[in-house]
C-alpha cells in the first residue's frame, strides 16, 4: 500500500509519467487495475472509493494507491479518527466523544485504546518529524500528558509540512507519515523523515 495525495487525476497522472515509486524497493510503479471498491465513513457523509492499484516494475509487488483521508483498514476518514484523539487529550471521554463524531462508542474505544497502547513511539515519531521539518525548532515542552504530548508532536510536524511543502490537512499529512498505518498493528516502521 502507497498513501497518495488526495486528487485522483494528479495521482493517475503521476502513475503514467512513471513517479511513483515502489514502497518496498522505489522501483518504477505502473498501472494496475483497481482495487476493491470500498466505502470511507467522512465526518458528515459516506464516500465510495475504488483506489487505484499499481505494480512494481522492478519487484512485481502490486501495491494499492490509498488516498491520504485513509488509514490502512479503517472505514473511517483519518480526520474522524484523529478529531478523536484531539478530544481525548483535552479530557474528553469516549462516550462523548463518540456523541459528537455520531460514531459507536465501542469503535471509538478501540481507537483510543490503539493511540494509548503506542502513544509513546508515535510520538517520538511525530517528533523526529518535527524536527527534520522544522530546522528552527528547539524543544517541545510537554504539554501534562502523554496523549496531549502526540497531540502537540502532531500539529508541529504537520504545520511544518504545509510550510515546506504546500498546504494538506493534518491527518492527511499523518496519514502520509505513518504510511496510513497510524492505527495499524504492524512490525514494519513508519516512514521516516528524509
Ligand atoms: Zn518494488
Known sequence: MLIVVNDPTHVERELLAGRLSCPRCEGELRPWGHA??????????????????????????????????????RVDEAAVIGRALLEKATGAGHRTIAARLARPKETVRGWLRRFSSRVVALREHFVRWAFALDPRLETIPPQGSPLADLAEAIGLATRAASL??????VWSWVSAMTGGALLSNTNSPFPAPR
Open 164 to 169: 515546506l511543502f504546500g498546504p494538506r490537512p
Open 36 to 73: 476493491r471498491r470500498r466505502v470511507l465513513r467522512m465526518t458528515t457523509h459516506d464516500e465510495e472509493l475504488r483506489p487505484r492499484r499499481a505494480r512494481c516494475s522492478n519487484c512485481h509487488m502490486t501495491s494499492v494507491l490509498l488516498a491520504d483521508v485513509c488509514l490502512y483498514r
